[in-house]
Nanobody, 124 residues
């Protein structure tokens, strides 16, 4: 059974940083691309960033480019999202997702396993 568990969310002030983690079990983590998404109630889920299976390729949404960094530690079966210069607009539930193959994309349908999310709240 595949399990995807996010952690690290919390309440921070605008301009501060936060690091999210995502641990995956039940499949060979190092063989799959990974993605981060976020969701605000009343809006569609938004792709944030992704990374391929070896961590050589990353891609970011324009809204977070230059502020967020996605990394992975395949020895620890863990994905990270380093978020800096946080803005109120970054407030959302953040989700980690496992792609169906080695690469990643901004397209939701390629992601087959999802976590329950971790909440990030950015205050002024």
């Amino acid at each position: 059974q595949v399990q995807v568990v996010e952690s690290g969310g919390g309440l921070v002030q605008a301009g501060e940083s936060l690091r999210l983690s995502c641990t995956v079990s039940g499949l060979p983590f190092a063989s799959y691309g990974m993605g981060w998404f976020r969701h605000v109630p009343g809006k569609e889920r938004e792709w944030v960033a992704c990374i391929n299976w070896r961590g050589e390729y990353t891609n970011y949404a324009n809204s977070v480019e230059g502020r967020f960094t996605v990394r992975r530690d395949n020895d620890r079966d863990t994905l990270y999202l380093h978020m800096s210069s946080l803005q109120v607009e970054d407030t959302a539930m953040y989700y980690c997702a496992v792609a169906s193959g080695e690469w990643c994309s901004s397209t939701e349908h390629i992601y087959k396993h999802w976590g329950q999310g971790t909440r990030v709240t950015v205050s002024t």
